[in-house]
């Protein structure tokens, strides 16, 4: 399956587009190497490559052959979608700086297992995984940290079809909300700040729900949530929010 770039035509890979490497403070940025002395991270320094990406590029698509490296965000934020048998785009997550992201090309069978799309302008770090397990050998708690990371995603991942399967769309959109707004605070930096945008059409390949559902579903939590053109959303009742996304509404 091959790259698309934002006009629909070809892109190449991103290993085949301009790089340079990566600095210390880069490789810092990524949370499993968090804690490693500069001596170990100017160890991994000269196998660390660092890509840009423009706002709505193409990182992978789903199915892509990847060289076998670790795949890690620095800068911005990118999305992860599956298209299902139907047809149908789903956003299963979105990734912060400090994140990695397509595990099987580093442990697996090398292919890409979502499509990642630059959501502002990103910088993505990759290090060639012959290296990486190099500094394993002499740093374990390396790959108890990888293997945390991959835990906390199989966790997320059953609560997510556990809610699909089991809580209603309302609560379901309430949790988005508010992990959303924990991201952008994260993102910016803005801990006092309840505004985020999020699109209906985002939403729905969110939770499983139709573009006309959302709409409904914001419109009846209008004292909580305020809802403004361009997906701009701002949480008025932050309590009331969280007891929606526990199951208390009624």
């Known amino acids: 399956m091959g790259e698309r770039d934002r006009t629909g035509n070809p892109?190449?890979?991103?290993m085949a587009q301009g790089s340079k490497i990566a600095s210390i403070q880069q490789l810092a940025e990524v949370a499993i190497f968090q804690g490693l002395s500069l001596a170990d991270l100017g160890e991994l320094q000269p196998h660390g490559l660092i890509y840009d990406y423009a706002a709505n590029e193409i990182v992978m698509m789903e199915g892509d052959r990847l060289l076998p490296r670790l795949y890690g965000l620095v800068q911005g934020a990118l999305r992860l979608t599956r298209v299902g048998t139907s047809g149908k785009e789903t956003i299963l997550r979105v990734l912060l700086p400090g994140e990695n992201f397509a595990a099987p090309a580093l442990v697996g069978d090398g292919l890409a297992p979502a499509t990642v799309t630059a959501m502002t302008d990103s910088q993505v770090l990759t290090i060639e995984r012959e290296a990486l397990f190099q500094q394993i050998r002499n740093q374990p708690e390396i790959a108890f940290r990888i293997l945390e990371v991959y835990n906390q995603r199989l966790q997320q991942m059953h609560q997510t079809i556990h809610d699909l399967i089991s809580e209603r769309a309302i609560v379901r959109l309430a949790r988005l909300l508010q992990q959303s707004l924990l991201s952008e605070q994260r993102?910016?930096?803005?801990?006092?700040?309840?505004?985020?945008?999020?699109?209906?059409?985002?939403?729905a390949r969110s939770i499983g729900i139709t573009y006309e559902e959302s709409v409904r579903l914001l419109r009846q939590m209008q004292e909580v949530v305020a809802y403004r053109r361009g997906g701009v959303i701002t949480v008025l009742d932050r309590d009331?929010?969280?007891a929606i996304a526990e199951g208390q509404w009624h």
């Open 11 to 14: 892109a190449p890979h991103p």
């Open 187 to 203: 993102l910016k930096g803005e801990l006092p700040s309840l505004t985020f945008r999020l699109s209906h059409h985002h939403i």
């Open 240 to 242: 009331a929010l969280n």
